[in-house]
């Protein structure tokens, strides 16, 4: 029997005339960090829009957990278990560091209407362990001492790592990562790389992973699927994909310096 926690099926999504997306297969075991990669324009936001509900694919499935989720509101698949960040960082710009982060826990929140309108025990027991816990993810990601700083004042790489946090507070069980070394130099790529190998230890975690970076991809990849218009060119290991003839003739600028 399948372990994949993810599972794409025959998937395509047109936009009018336009075919993004074009019967489009793969699975994602339990366990694995997955990559998702191809030369821009290849579909693979696309793709993480349709896993996630914002967009409604022509045809095909979406299996999550062997349960079909195709076409589920956003806010459901968050709730089912499944988080992500974007390609262009997405942060509350009037919120600190410390007030972005909590709102990833508004679904265990676990107290009433009531509760909270009144002020009531539970409320502000519940209130002290999210705060504790996200004071926990700020330690994990470094950034503890901006706290109470504006999110966005921060460096993009400190607001890569606000993100991250943010959609682990969630407590997904498959995390979308959408180009998370993009715009960051060796030494905060090397330590990304780092954090989310040891994330997905702790907090046992599916990662699909969409990424330029073939050194970064290699390093964290298990298995990886490779797009070209919207189609699928190559499914394997990171080394082999490499040194296939289609892979480099799509995407030759890339692979020739991985």
């Known amino acids: 029997m399948s372990d994949a926690i993810l599972k794409i099926d025959n998937i395509t999504m047109q936009f009018g005339g336009v075919t993004a997306i074009k019967e489009l297969s793969f699975n994602v075991q339990k366990g694995q960090t997955y990559g998702l990669i191809g030369p821009n324009g290849a579909g693979k936001t696309t793709i993480f829009n349709i896993i996630t509900g914002n967009l409604k694919p022509t045809k095909g499935f979406v299996f999550f957990e062997n349960k079909n989720i195709t076409g589920t509101k956003p806010n459901k698949v968050v709730y089912k278990g499944i988080a992500r960040t974007f390609q262009n960082i997405r942060l509350f710009k009037s919120m600190t560091v410390l007030e972005n982060i909590l709102i990833g826990f508004d679904a265990q929140a ?3 209407y009531f509760e909270a309108i009144f002020r009531l025990p539970r409320f502000f027991k519940r209130e002290r362990e999210i705060k504790e816990k996200a004071y926990e993810l700020m330690k994990i990601f470094g950034i503890t ?3 109470n700083t504006n999110a966005t004042a921060l460096s993009y790489g400190n607001q890569r790592k606000v993100e991250i946090a943010r959609a682990l507070a969630t407590n997904p069980k498959l995390l979308l990562l959408d180009e998370p070394a993009a715009g960051m130099n060796p030494k905060e790529t090397d330590e990304l790389a780092n954090i989310i190998h040891k994330i997905k230890s702790d907090f046992n975690l599916t990662i699909l992973l969409i990424e330029h970076d073939m050194k970064f991809v290699n390093r964290m990849c298990d298995q990886l699927t490779v797009l070209d218009y919207g189609a ?6 990171p080394a082999d994909a490499i040194v296939d003839e289609k892979v480099i ?6 692979f020739s310096h991985a």
């Open 232 to 237: 699928k060119i190559f499914e394997g290991k």
């Open 145 to 147: 001492e901006f706290a």
């Open 249 to 254: 003739s799509a995407y030759l600028g890339d």
């Open 110 to 112: 676990n107290y009433s």
